[in-house]
C-alpha cells in the first residue's frame, strides 16, 4: 500500500501541475511542514497539565513536544515571563505526511457530526489552520488517561503563494472540504 508522500509523487503532483498550469516543477505547490500547538492557560495552577499534554502530543504525533513559554508577565493572567503555557511540534518529511493521512482518513472521520472542513481558515498565503475541540478523537489517545479535555490548533504549511493552490493541494490530498451548493 502506498503511502502518501508517494502518492504526492506519483500521481497528484503531476495533476496540480497540469491542472495550475505550471511551466516549472518547483512551482508545483507542495507541504512543507505541519504545527500542532496545544495553549495550557491552567498550567500556571496545574504543572501537571503540561506533562499530560506533552504525553497525548507524543503519542499523536511520534515526536517530542516543544513547551513554549511566556514571553511577558501578565499579572490578570497569573502569568509571568518565561512560564510555561503550550507545547507544540513541528513535523516535516515523512512524520508530516503519516499524520496527514492519519488526520484526514482516521480522526477527522471521527468528528461528531462532522460535515466537512471549512475553507475560510486560509491566511492568504497558502497555509491552512484548523482547531479541534478535544484530543480524544485521536486513536492514540486513551479515554481512562484524560483529566481534561483540551482543543489543539493544527497549522499545514504550504509552499503555494495562494490560497487557491493550496486549496487545490489540500484537496488532492484528501482533506475534506465542504463544497457549497449553488442554489
Known amino acids: ?8 509523487q506519483d500521481e497528484i503532483f503531476a495533476s ?3 491542472e495550475l ?10 507541504l512543507v511542514k505541519v504545527v500542532i500547538n496545544v495553549g495550557l492557560g491552567e498550567s500556571a495552577q496545574n504543572a501537571k497539565s503540561l506533562d499530560e499534554a506533552i504525553q497525548h ?5 511520534g515526536q517530542k513536544p516543544l513547551v513554549t513559554r511566556a514571553k511577558k508577565s501578565i499579572a490578570g493572567f497569573k502569568v509571568r515571563e518565561g512560564m510555561p503555557i503550550g507545547a507544540m511540534v513541528t513535523l ?6 503519516d499524520f496527514v493521512s492519519k488526520l484526514v ?3 477527522l472521520p471521527r468528528i461528531r457530526d462532522f460535515r466537512g472542513l471549512n475553507d475560510h481558515g486560509f491566511d492568504g498565503r497558502g497555509n491552512y489552520n484548523l ?3 478535544d484530543q480524544l478523537i485521536f486513536p492514540e489517545i486513551d ?3 484524560i483529566t481534561k479535555v483540551r482543543g489543539l490548533n493544527i497549522t499545514v504549511v504550504t509552499s503555494s503563494s495562494s490560497d487557491t493552490e493550496a486549496l487545490s493541494l489540500l484537496k488532492k490530498l484528501g482533506f475534506p472540504f465542504v463544497t457549497k451548493a449553488s442554489t
Open 1 to 8: 500500500m502506498k503511502t502518501l508522500k508517494e502518492i504526492y
Open 16 to 18: 496540480l501541475k497540469e
Open 21 to 30: 498550469d505550471l511551466s516549472n516543477v518547483h512551482e508545483v505547490p507542495c
Open 57 to 61: 502530543l507524543t503519542l499523536m504525533t
Open 92 to 97: 516535516r518529511g515523512d512524520r508530516m505526511y
Open 105 to 107: 482518513n482516521v480522526v
Open 131 to 133: 482547531g479541534l475541540k
Open 143 to 145: 479515554y481512562d488517561m
